[in-house]
């Protein structure tokens, strides 16, 4: 879930230049001034008495609107220079969330798959957003004020359902879009087991911190800057970007998946490599039907165990644990811990590649 701070308000009197001008109306202020921050740029703006008690405010920078102004159908009105960079359109809308589906895709191909096949985005107003919040019945929700996402899993199929707030800023939208669909991805690939420990706030953190990413790629500044002022996550955002930073992408994930920890700590955050892979008969071919089984080979080898052959989201067994196309991951060979990413899933055989080498090798299924 995205949350937003609204702006601070100040109120004093006193004497003032007479070329200090309101910052809504262009008027002078007077003696008695209303101190405003802009949400988008964070700045202090002087407003007159006036403006500061106009009821109507831009719901995106939060400041009294009084001319030239956008009202929309729910009631939400946008200032004249946030309505320029807002996604009106709901054409445009889908779009950008193709664009930034995209941009994630090439963004995180060294490490995971988002779902895309089973993912249905809607783009809706305030009123029906907030309608969401009363649906009951699914796995999982994660209500927000700017999106919205249910998962449900039908006779085993999984669906996706995104709701995302019309009207948002260009850059807002997209890291709301990336958000949601991060949402999508920890409810497919964290064990049930790990769900249950998982702290609320660690996985918020998560999906901001892949929007954070998304923003950086495309020097969204502002927005990067809105996402670290926003306190939701309690300091969490900012100790997964830290991570991120200091051990990489990928151990984050790997946390996410098989952490210890419900949280990441600020006074150790080396926890983020505290981890437990789930143990070998979790995956097994016995337990997964629609796997073939491979015979037994040197522990000391990567062994292909099985496939689970899906068009749309084919799995492999290496050795203790699943892997999907592009996604890496540590597999126990020997004594160690290997880490290894599967590049490629074919019908009988996978290309996988050890972190460090440049060597590819492909895996084979042994004949019954």
Known sequence: MRVFAGFI????AGSVLAADRCAICGGEVGTTVYIMTDKVTGEKKD??????????TCFVCGLP??????????????CERDAKNAVLNEDEAKKVCEEVQDALDRLFSR?????????????????????????????????????????????????HDISLLGALPRGEFKAVCAHEFSHAWLFENVPAVRKRKLGHDAN????????????????????????????YTRGQIDLFIEAERRFGFNDVMEWMKYGVDAVLHSDDLDNVRNIELPPSTTVSPTNLPTYKAETSRNSDDLVLRGISWNQSRPLAVINDRTFGAKEEGK???????????????????????????????ELFMLEQ
């Open 111 to 159: 490490f995971l798959t988002f779902p895309a096949t089973n993912v249905e985005t809607a783009i809706v107003d305030r009123v029906n957003l907030l309608e969401l919040f009363k649906v009951p019945g699914n796995d999982y929700e994660c209500p927000n004020v700017l999106g919205y996402i249910q998962s449900k899993t039908n006779n085993g199929q999984i669906r």
């Open 65 to 78: 609107v009084k001319v030239n102004f956008t009202k929309l159908a729910d009631g939400r009105f946008l």
């Open 47 to 56: 407003v007159c008495n006036n403006c500061g008690k106009l009821t109507r």
């Open 204 to 231: 918020e953190a998560f999906c901001e911190l892949v929007a954070y990413m998304l923003m950086d790629s495309q020097q969204e500044e502002d927005e990067k800057k809105a996402i670290r002022r926003n306190a």
């Open 331 to 361: 597999v126990r060979v020997g004594g160690t811990n290997l880490v290894i990413r599967c590049l490629e899933i074919r019908s009988n055989s996978v290309v996988v590649q050890a972190r460090g080498s440049a060597v590819k090798q």
């Open 9 to 12: 308000l100040l109120l004093f």
